[in-house]
């Protein structure tokens, strides 16, 4: 992995844990999702038209990864319904990056040294350390179940639009398309469940909204795009540093709690980044 791929998707995971905050700071969490996929919606909407058309062997993992959108969505709505954002984030993305991992080495041909194998883990587990306080004082563990669901749907779509966007030969297509379809399928659900009373009526949450989603299209973008040059396994862990924003987004600016292990947390995962670049 180049050093310009390696600090793209750093910024890329800054990018995420914003809009993550922004959806978090919400008092409704189901509309703040809407008005993110809505953002996802337009701007998708101008990639697929400025882009050509994706090959038509991606098109298999294009519905995959729509669906794997969705699922990842649901559950984080129910997730932040239940819980902190320091501690919903961590677990949410925390178990993802290993279950990548897995799956590549055992069915894709990326290649991976022993040190970002370990580092894989090490960054891993930093990031389920974050999480502490749910397992050891039962803390909120009802948001458990939700941010497990949408961990493995962060796995599933990660996985199915690395693949995706390389077989489409036209990566920013491909994501394009993606966030179309997910976008527009998510708000209809939204709709149909909540009525249109999901949609804000101040202007001011609009302008959160389509901010939270401006910044996932360009989080997720990058992501993908660095997929199709590096280990798909390796861009999902770099890209699960956002945890480390979202954890000071979180005590700085929302007043959640603070512990020391979550300062042992973050020395875990930056070691892990480290041992990833050899």
């Not at 290649?111 to 999480?131: D, E, K």
């Not at 306080?133 to 639009?161: I, K, S, W």
């Amino acid at each position: 992995m180049s050093f310009g791929v390696f600090f793209a998707v750093l910024f890329a995971a800054f990018l995420h844990a914003s809009w993550n905050a922004i959806v978090k700071f919400g008092v409704n969490k189901l509309q703040g999702m809407v008005l993110l996929s809505i953002a996802h919606a337009l701007i998708g909407l101008m990639m697929v038209i400025a882009f050509p058309l994706p090959d038509r062997a991606a098109l298999g993992w294009l519905a995959i990864s729509v669906v794997l959108h969705l699922i990842y969505k649901t559950f984080l709505t129910l997730a932040y319904q239940n819980g902190d954002l320091s501690r919903v984030y961590p677990i949410s993305r925390g178990t993802a990056p290993v279950i990548v991992l897995f799956v590549s080495l055992l069915f894709l041909s990326d290649s991976f040294t022993n040190w970002q194998v370990a580092g894989v883990f090490v960054v891993g587990f930093g990031i389920l350390m974050m999480a502490h306080g749910v397992f050891a004082n039962d803390e909120q563990r009802e948001l458990l179940p939700y941010a497990l669901g949408a961990a493995m749907g962060t796995a599933g779509y990660t996985l199915a639009d690395g693949i995706g966007a390389r077989l489409s030969m036209q990566p920013s297509a491909f994501i394009g398309w993606v966030f179309v379809l997910d976008a527009s399928l998510f708000t209809l659900w939204a709709v149909a469940f909540k009525g249109f009373d999901v949609l804000p009526k101040q202007p001011r949450i609009w302008a959160l909204g389509l901010a939270a989603g401006s910044a996932s299209v360009g989080a997720y973008w990058i992501a993908v795009w660095a997929m199709t040059v590096a280990p798909i396994a390796l861009i999902a862990t770099l890209r699960e540093t956002s945890v480390l924003f979202a954890v000071l987004i979180g005590v700085l600016y929302l007043k959640e709690r603070y512990d020391k292990t979550k300062v042992w947390a973050a020395f875990v995962i930056v070691c892990g980044v480290v041992m990833m670049r050899f």
